[in-house]
């Protein structure tokens, strides 16, 4: 049976979801197709009463919507709720369900590269706007020795901070926040560095969201950003001897799980790389 997926969000046409999901749907010989939906902000309901009319069996979304989204939906999954965002939808038996796999996209790429138990790991999160709240909330939940967040507003990291204990009833207990001032200071006590500010992307290439003259030799510094691959931090990081990772490796493995929740199967993660690359000209680091 033909079965339709796809994403929505504005703007849309330099997603790479269609290429990678369409390439998935090839490989396995599945009867499916995802196509790319340009949806504006006061469109959205609308939409959404289409794509139920039309049986979509499920899709991703993106900005601008994936806040607004939740008012639409017919159910959302508990750890979606925490984060406050959803980038997964999955139609089940006319149920439209929310999820999002963006914070596990993020952990399992970072746990490729880790060669320390993350539970030991001192974790420093630069920002705190939807991306942020994702990643903390995945990688608070694996479990941390402790997880830092500083951000330009304090107080949006300060809301991330207090959302989650509320959320998990105190036992976040090891997230601090602190200024961007006071981490600068704080910087060589970090294993891990995480970029999910939009500091450094294209087309704003030379700026860097923090110093890394201090930085432990044996520090991940992770930039959400692919686009450019290697962000000027990640290269200045690189030369100082650190392992760097991308956001290539998290924009994989949240359409991976995407893919998973909607066919129940795990698409080949080096294919759906290879796809991504491609698209963007380049190797992943
Ligand atoms: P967002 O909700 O708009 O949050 C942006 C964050 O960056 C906020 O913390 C904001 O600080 C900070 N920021 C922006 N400009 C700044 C500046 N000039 N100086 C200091 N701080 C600044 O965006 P998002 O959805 O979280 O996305 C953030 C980044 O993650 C983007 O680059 C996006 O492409 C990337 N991302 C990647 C993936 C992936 O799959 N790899 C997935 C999602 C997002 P304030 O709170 O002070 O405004």
């Known amino acids: 049976m033909n079965k ?90 006319g149920r439209l369900i929310g999820y999002n796999t963006d914070g596990r996209g993020f952990l399992y790429s970072l746990l490729q590269v880790t060669t320390n138990p993350l539970v030991e790991a001192s974790v420093l ?11 903390v909330t995945a990688v608070v939940d694996h479990g941390v020795k402790k997880l830092t967040i500083a951000n330009r507003t304090t107080e949006n990291a300060v809301k991330i901070k207090e959302n989650y204990e509320e959320y998990k009833k105190n036992a976040g207990g090891n997230i601090e926040v602190v200024t961007m001032a006071e981490v600068e200071g704080m910087i060589s006590t970090f294993d891990i560095i995480i970029n999910t500010t939009s500091i450094g992307m294209s087309p704003n290439i030379d700026a860097i969201p923090i110093p890394l003259e201090n930085i432990k030799q044996s520090v991940i510094l992770c930039d959400l950003i692919y686009n450019p691959l290697k962000t000027k931090w990640l290269q200045l990081g690189e030369e100082k001897g650190a392992t760097i990772l991308n956001g290539v490796g998290m924009f994989v493995m949240q359409g991976a799980l995407a893919f998973e929740k909607w066919t129940g199967i795990m698409p080949n993660i080096d294919n759906m790389e290879k796809v991504v690359l491609n698209k963007l000209g380049g190797k992943s680091c």
């Not at 639409?72 to 939808?89: C, P, Q, R, S, Y």
């Not at 999160?125 to 990643?135: D, E, H, I, Y």
Request: glycine content about 6%.
């Open 125 to 135: 999160v630069l920002g705190a706007g939807g991306a942020a709240r994702a990643v």
């Open 4 to 93: 339709l997926f796809g994403v929505l969000g504005n703007p849309i046409s330099h997603s790479m979801s269609p290429d990678m999901h369409n390439d998935a749907f090839k490989q396995l010989e599945m009867n499916c197709h995802y196509h790319a939906f340009r949806v504006q902000k006061d469109e959205l309901k609308q939409f959404v009463d289409a794509l139920r009319v039309i049986n979509i069996s499920g899709f991703n979304v993106t900005i601008p919507h994936k806040v607004s989204i939740m008012d639409f939906l017919d159910e959302i999954d508990e750890e979606a709720k925490m984060i406050g965002a959803i980038n997964t939808v999955v139609n089940s038996e």
